[in-house]
């Protein structure tokens, strides 16, 4: 399941939200897990992914 990390903008505290991709699709409202604001910005992370395969 990806992980969505997220800085609020009220307190400026950093967490974390475990969403599928469906859900995230679907846009729901992320509110911060400190002071409970909805004024969050998402922040660009990187990702890897790791396979069993030889490339």
Known sequence: M???EY???DCKKEFTVFLSISEFEKKPK???I???????E???TSFFAKTSRKS
Do not use: F, G, L
């Not at 400190?34 to 969050?40: E, G, R, W």
């Open 2 to 4: 990806p992980a969505y």
């Open 42 to 44: 998402r922040k660009i």
């Open 30 to 32: 992320i509110v911060c």
């Open 7 to 9: 800085t609020c903008k």
């Open 34 to 40: 400190h002071c409970q604001s909805d004024n969050v």
